[in-house]
Structures are given as C-alpha cells and as structure tokens.
C-alpha cells in the first residue's frame, strides 16, 4: 500500500554540498519528506526518511533567514528548510512532528483534534496564542511609532504585550507574562525592532523580552518596516508596504520578458492594494510589485509558452488597470480560488 500524501507545497531548501538555498517543491508522505526540483517532476531530487528522525523548529542557525526549520535524519545528517511565513512553517512542522511520532508509536498518520482545552500558563499553545494576539478587534495593537530619528510602524512595546497578556487572563502575572513573552520571541512569533529590544534578544539571558515602553516588537507576519529621518527632512514612507498582509506564500510566476516561469514569494496587501513578489530563496527586498487597485483577476486554462515550461493547471491572471498581464499558477485548485478571492476583494476596497 502506497503511503499517504499529508502535506505538499512550496518551501526553499538549504543545499547539502553547496550551501545554497533553492525554492523545491516538497511531498510529505507518512514515513519519508521527498522535495522535487519542480512540481511536476517524477521522481524527487531527495528524500528523508522520517524513521528516527528529529525535528527543531524554528531554526535560528541562519540569521535573518526566518521561517527555518530543521529536520535531522537517523544518520545525523540535517536538513534546512524554509517557509515563506510563519503560519506555514507551523502547518508544516506540526503534520511533520505528528507522522514522526506516528511511526515511532507504529500508528497510522492522524491529525490530533483542534478543539481546545484549558492550559497552565507553561502549557500555552503558542501558535494559538499568536493567532489571537494578531486579532484586529481583540489582539495587540500595532501603532506607528517615533524613537531616535527612526519611525517604526506596525510595531507595539513589549509593556504592551505584557499588558494584554495579562488582561486576557492568560497569565496570572507580570513575570509570568515576561516568560511567555520570551517564548513567543524564541520561538519567532515576535520580532525585536528596536535597538534596545534587540540588545536584549542577544544578551543571552534567559529571558530575554523587555517589559518597557521603550522596546519595540513586532509580529513576524506583520507589515513592519523602520525609515529613518533627519530634523531638516520630512518623515520618508513606504506607502505601498502601509497596508494589512492579507495573504502570502509562494506561486509560481511567468517572466515578462524571458517567459520563464520561477517560484516567487507573494504578499497581498490592502489599503493601499499592493501585491509584491519575492525571490524566496534571499532577503526581504521585492524583486517587484502589482498595484491592484482597479485590476481584473481571472481563472485561465491557458497560458502562452506555458507548456514549453511543463507548466500546467491552477493558473490565473491578474490584467492591472494599466493593463500589464501577470500569469501565476498556484499548487492547487484550492489554493488558486483562495488567491482569485483574496485578490478581487483587494482590488475593489483598497486605494
């Protein structure tokens, strides 16, 4: 019997003799993680088994390249791998834990049951917990915020978090709060942005988060940036990185000019409506962006040169309002309608 497929999608691996990091297409299956240099290749370009295999996540071994994570096979050997964003990474880690422990307790692959149950304080789900602190009517607040000549936006003071903690009852008090605080840093929910904040992650004490008004953090998904400014010139920003992230991950992306097709990182923005891409293999700078606001977006089964690329389903276009064609594929069906969707809402509400 064939093993069952659990997860698959894109995500961007650290190379075992070069070193080099590259967008694969990766199948996890219930005793083996097989990545493909494209999606439609036959057989994978390698495959770890999962027998005996350990898991450490996130894996801060790599500097600012976040969203890591390590799988370490019975024979010692580690492999790297990267998601373009931090809820993806947890998708993928928690099914990758689950079929490990699977095979060592001789079970089939099942997904545990979602429905939640009252923790301690130490027992908190942080993934959990990070989704409702991003909650934009209950959750932390993310404000615009001046210090030393630099303006920070989307960003909040760890004061704040400890605040909410708190007033959420998901702490009994401030040291408490500091702890699991500290947590959701180490572990890459929140991000240091402030010198002082980031004089504290590096210390190398135990716990690490600032309980101050002066120590900025920010959500690792967040549409965070820092400008700088001087006396005698006016506050600089990015207007098209102002908007709340809507969606975000990869996609497979057609070239204007050589018609080749690469796997791209994409994050959907609103107000104002921004699309921007990435190479998801380098750092946080866009190769490009796609102003929506006015823009056409369509389900296509057809694509000019799409073929020759061995590329085939899933594809839509976006027609901007100054009417530049973009054609994207998507992994699957699903995830195309939830682009489409996205999308479409975007182009009609934001500026």
């Known amino acids: 019997m064939e093993p069952q497929q659990i997860r698959e999608g894109y995500l961007v691996k650290k190379g075992t003799v070069l070193n080099s990091w590259k967008a694969v297409w990766v199948v996890l299956s219930e005793d083996a993680l097989e990545f493909y240099k494209k999606k439609t290749d036959r057989s994978p370009k390698g495959m770890i088994p999962l027998k005996q295999a350990t898991l450490n996540s996130p894996c801060q071994d790599f500097g600012k390249r976040m969203h890591v994570f390590k799988i370490t096979s019975e024979k010692k050997q580690d492999h790297f791998f990267q998601a373009s964003h931090v809820e993806e990474r947890e998708c993928w880690v928690k099914d990758i834990k689950r079929a490990i422990t699977c095979l060592e307790a001789g079970k089939k692959f099942a997904r545990r049951s979602t429905r939640r149950s009252i923790r301690l304080p130490d027992q908190v789900n942080l993934a959990e917990l990070y989704t409702l602190m991003k909650d934009q009517d209950d959750g932390v607040r993310e404000l615009k915020l001046e210090q030393e000549n630099h303006v920070f936006n989307h960003c909040f003071t760890g004061a704040t978090v400890v605040e ?23 572990e890459g929910f929140l991000l240091p942005a402030s010198d002082l904040s980031k004089e504290g992650a590096e210390s190398g004490e135990q716990t690490a988060f600032l309980d101050q008004t002066e120590a900025l953090y920010y959500f690792a998904d967040s549409g965070f940036f820092c400008e700088g400014y001087s006396s005698d010139e006016d506050v600089l920003l990015k207007e098209e990185f102002r908007g709340n992230i809507i969606k975000q991950g990869c996609l497979l992306k057609q070239g204007h000019r050589r018609r080749n097709w690469k796997v791209r990182k994409f994050i959907l923005r609103d107000d104002p409506a921004y ?3 990435y ?11 796609i102003h929506l606001r006015g823009s056409v977006v369509t389900a296509v089964e057809y694509v000019p040169d799409a073929k020759k690329y061995d590329i085939d389903g899933n594809l839509f276009e976006i027609i901007t309002s100054d009417e530049t064609h973009y054609f994207l594929q998507a992994a699957t069906s699903e995830e195309r309608k939830d682009w489409i969707k996205a999308v479409q809402t975007v182009s009609k509400s934001g500026k």
Do not use: F, Q
């Open 164 to 186: 909410w903690l708190i007033s959420k009852n998901k702490v009994r008090n401030r040291p408490e709060a500091l702890m699991l605080a500290a947590g959701l840093m180490n």
């Open 275 to 277: 699309m921007h891409y």
């Open 279 to 289: 190479d998801p293999t380098k750092g946080d700078d866009p190769l490009g962006s």
